[in-house]
């Protein structure tokens, strides 16, 4: 059967390497910043030093994908036949890989794409059945795609000897596989740690959204909507991120799909990144304990607030490395739980929390953004349709992150990216440098 999607995919190459070689060939030389010692030590904070053509955060606008804001793309992508309201994940991986919106026979074409390419092997359930079922389900999830390596095209067309301008095209079989996979293999996790080990099989005639809240056990058709959404925004977010970048660094060594989304998703489990999710659902409900429960006032929630910062603690979900408002991410979870819940009380509270915390934050002189981001939402709505695991979270932000940084990952093989290897220096040599 011939691939549309890969044939479309493979007449864009050639266009986009000439782009790239006549901008390099006319301001190649020409400088794009400067960078300072508080930068080098600081985690190369806000150092322009990647390209990431799937996305742009701004400081002030927030994440576009392809240069379409989320209201935009909840508008102009295609939406699950009968109803749906939200842009389904399909659509916004079409339009990173190929930078443009796709139809809805684009969306359908590649959501029976990844239908064929499901199947998840034998052995790799019976690695992640090897772990403890107390282990973390990151890690579980981890383990898993690792295991899944042995699948990789790009490793047995490596070893055949393929040309380097052909790189692309294993890299973008083991890319699909891997996403077509990752439902299957996150809802595995999820009914092994939190129920019983009882499986459910895959209803193939869902979209890859709804077929995933399927197999977690989840029928609620408001669910499948909220996954739709879910999986939509968290699927990228520029390339500077500890997940994007480490799914970049390691394949720019020429490791396969497996190994570097694996790489990502080690740093996506980190509690600086993906796992702050989890944290935020933790620190509420710690909150509503320690407060007796029920709906607590503004004021209690401020109280609660100033005792975390006196405490030497973060008050999670809010801050971000570059965003300086509301994360657009969050409003549409926010106008998501107006639509669906608005008198839940745990929406309350994330209500409440974003009334307050913003101006304690500010209040203290350190917090250059006080806004929530899109982990001070995605919790409360995952509760409200009883997903209450919250260790599962992380899973579920590394199923999304999968379409971004795989639609990256195909290009930086099609376009010739170089191996990543900034230089490194020692503080004796900047003390030595700087020393007047």
Not at 108 to 121: D, E, G, M, Q
Not at 214 to 236: A, P, Q, T, V, W
Not at 347 to 368: N, Q
């Amino acid at each position: 059967m011939v691939d549309k999607i890969k044939a479309h995919f493979q007449g864009k190459i050639a266009g986009q390497i000439k782009e790239i070689k006549d901008f390099l060939a006319v301001h190649g030389d020409e400088k794009v910043g400067e960078i300072n010692v508080s930068q080098v030590y600081g985690g190369m904070r806000g150092m322009l030093a990647l390209i990431c053509e799937t996305s742009k955060l701004d400081p002030d606008e927030g994440i576009r994908f392809r240069g379409y804001s989320i209201p935009e793309l909840q508008e102009k992508l295609p939406k699950y036949p009968n109803g749906g309201k939200e842009p389904l994940p399909e659509g916004i991986f079409y339009l990173m890989l190929m930078n443009e919106i796709p139809t809805d026979d684009d969306v359908r074409r590649l959501s029976n794409n990844w239908v064929r390419r499901s199947t998840v092997p034998p052995h790799v359930f019976k690695a992640i059945d090897a772990l403890p079922m107390s282990a973390h389900p990151m890690t579980q999830f981890t383990v898993g795609i690792m295991a899944l390596q042995t699948e990789s095209e790009f490793t047995k067309a490596y070893k055949k000897g393929i040309s380097k301008k052909d790189y692309w095209d294993p890299t973008y079989e083991d890319a699909m596989n891997l996403i077509a996979r990752l439902p299957r293999l996150a809802a595995y996790i999820y009914r092994r740690r939190f129920h019983n080990g009882e499986h459910i099989e895959p209803d193939h005639n869902l979209d890859w959204s709804g077929n995933f809240a399927h197999m977690l056990g989840f029928e609620n058709k408001e669910f499948m909507e909220l996954m739709r959404l879910y999986m939509s925004i968290h699927s990228d977010h520029e390339g500077g991120n500890v997940s994007a970048h480490a799914v970049h660094l390691v394949g720019s060594s020429l490791s396969d799909a497996y190994l570097s989304f694996s790489a990502g998703m080690n740093g996506l489990a980190g509690p600086l990144h993906g796992l702050a999710n989890q944290e935020v659902i933790r620190w509420i409900q710690a909150m509503r304990q320690e407060l007796g429960g029920g709906l607590p006032s503004k004021e209690e929630i401020a109280n609660y607030c100033r005792k975390t910062l006196a405490e030497g603690k973060v008050i999670p979900g809010f801050g971000h490395a570059v965003l300086r408002k509301t994360d657009p991410r969050y409003t549409a979870q926010r106008e998501f739980a107006l639509e669906h819940m608005p008198h839940d009380d745990l929406f309350l509270i994330v209500s409440r929390v974003y009334e307050v915390v913003p101006d304690i934050l500010e209040a203290t002189g350190k917090v250059k953004n006080p806004w929530p981001n899109v982990d001070a939402h995605s919790g409360q709505l995952l509760m409200h349709y009883n997903l209450t695991e919250y260790e599962f979270y992380t899973v579920l932000f590394g199923v999304a992150r999968s379409l971004g940084t795989m639609a990256n990952l195909i290009w930086d093989r099609a376009i010739g990216s170089a191996l990543e290897r900034p230089g490194s220096t020692t503080t004796d040599l900047m003390k030595e440098k700087f020393a007047k």
